[in-house]
């Protein structure tokens, strides 16, 4: 029997339009092909690039009320869809179908409409010379066509926390999804027209990162790259886009810290650290991977939080009973598990999940890529499995004894992503919030997130950081003016 898969298409100036060749794309909770996605390389590229730039001029003329009221209109006819598109997550990335439905859609919705009425709210500078009989200003203008490359854990979550700044600002775009989790792109695409995008404002080239990727951080006519993913890929985009002097903004890795003091609220602060360590079956840059809890309530916690985390059900991404889906694909279930066996072999101990506790998984996932919630004690801080990042449904626990201890446990890592900080101690959380290299700090809660506010990271978690007028800086060069009057 000839098995149909889908196959998708790029959307280049307004029209789906069809690849000489494809890449299999796997549903990871079968680890069956279900998918053709395109595998475009320098020429596709090309054809996007010259569409957005054609599309360029008529689309940055427009008032920014006007551009807002499209990208509002996106966001509905999105919203209009969200169960397909939910569905359609979790077949593509593995995770439970209830996280896209309540988690990653949603946000996609909220990512259109929040730029859209941003973009209507910013002001500029203007400063006065009297004594010199002159007045400066500045003005804020779009940059061109924006390169956006987004990541396989939040597909369109992430996807469209670069499209709508870019396009809310004036520009057009160029976006190159991961191939591994193209499907939501192509359907958003299908909306465009309906929704008012005019063609070339927004170009979808679907491929890998050494074809695609490359084809578009290299072009001369690219001047802005906004990338989510790998540091060792942004240090390629790095190295790559330099001769060209490009505006960059990375959003890398994070290898996370939660610290525990003695009186934080254990209740909360374990129901909190268990979503903050497993959730979308830790494929999140932001999930929790460290854990170091003052010594005095180690072993009580230890405990507790082992038996919470065996209560995380991993399972089909279809059962409404299960808290994580799927890992996205074979081989990155291989890279969390040896992860797993280095810390065995290292001597530490694995409490619950793989290799301790089995999956009952329904026949058509038995291929699946699943792994249960695992964690780890007695690692030394200096092993890769405390220093890299995992990925996945992996967290380690370890003991400290004074607040300074914590603080050089919690920076002695080269990512500076995210941190979590547990106290009742209002003096000591700011102390903490102040001494943590971390883009993001949150005390006594985990993922509470205003866009408004910058969002990246220190380190070699980043370069640059997006948000409400963080974004907006970024998509648009800025001019001094002065008038001498």
């Known amino acids: 029997m000839q098995r149909s898969y889908l196959v998708l298409e790029n959307y280049i100036g307004g029209k789906f339009v069809s690849c000489r060749s494809h890449i299999d794309s796997y549903d990871p909770s079968t680890g069956e092909v279900y998918c053709k996605v395109p595998d475009s390389g ?16 008529s689309w940055s ?15 509905d006819l999105i919203e209009a869809h969200l169960e397909e598109f939910a569905q359609a997550e979790s077949r593509d990335q593995g995770k439970t179908v209830t996280f896209a439905r309540t988690v990653d859609i949603p946000r996609s919705v909220y990512n259109f409409r929040f730029f859209a009425s941003s973009v209507l709210h910013h002001t500029t500078d203007c400063s006065q010379m009297d004594h010199m009989g002159c007045l400066n200003y500045t003005v804020r203008c779009p940059v061109g066509v924006a390169g956006l490359i987004s990541p396989w854990n939040l597909p369109l979550y992430l996807l469209t926390w670069k499209i709508a700044p870019a396009i809310a600002a004036g520009n057009t775009v160029v976006a190159k999804p991961s191939e591994m989790t193209s499907v939501t792109a192509w359907m958003m695409c299908k909306l465009m027209q309906e929704a008012g995008v005019p063609p070339g404002v927004v170009n979808i080239v679907f491929g890998t990162g050494p074809r695609a990727g490359d084809a578009l951080v290299g072009h001369p006519d690219v001047p802005l790259i906004s990338f989510t993913g790998s540091t060792a890929t942004a240090q390629c985009i790095t190295e790559r886009t330099a001769p060209y002097c490009k505006k960059l903004s990375l959003e890398l890795g994070g290898k996370n810290p939660a610290i525990i003091f003695a009186d934080a609220d254990l209740d909360q602060c374990i129901e909190t650290t268990i979503r903050s360590s497993f959730s979308n079956q830790g494929e999140i840059c932001l999930c929790t991977s460290r854990i170091y809890v003052e010594r005095s309530i180690y072993s009580k916690f230890l405990e507790r939080f082992v038996a919470a985390a065996k209560k995380w059900k991993t399972g089909s991404p279809s059962d409404p009973g299960n808290n994580n889906g799927a890992l996205i694909s074979k081989e990155h279930l291989e890279k969390v598990r040896s992860f797993v066996a280095l810390a065995k072999s290292e ?55 004074t607040e300074d201890e914590a603080v050089s446990k919690g920076n002695g890592v080269r ?12 003096g000591k959380v700011h102390r903490m919030a102040k001494r943590l290299q971390a883009g993001l700090v949150w005390t006594n809660c985990w993922l509470v997130r205003d866009l408004n506010l910058p969002f990246g990271g220190m380190k070699d978690s980043g370069v ?9 800086h970024f998509f648009t060069e800025v001019k001094s003016i002065t008038i001498k009057h």
């Open 42 to 57: 320098k020429e596709e590229v090309e054809a996007a690039v010259a569409a957005a730039k054609e599309a360029f001029p």
């Open 61 to 75: 003329a427009r008032s920014p009320e006007q551009r807002a009221q499209v990208l509002n209109k996106l966001a």
């Open 347 to 401: 001597g530490g101990t694995v409490h619950c999940g793989e290799g301790v506790d089995q999956l009952d998984l329904p026949e058509c996932n038995s291929k699946g890529y699943f792994m249960p919630a695992t964690v780890i004690s007695g690692i030394s801080d200096s092993s890769r499995v405390m220093q890299e990042e995992i990925f996945g449904p992996v967290t380690c626990v370890n003991p400290f004894d």
């Open 415 to 426: 990512y500076g992503l995210a941190a979590t900080v547990w106290s009742q101690d209002v």
């Open 464 to 472: 640059g950081r997006e948000g409400g007028k963080d974004s907006y």
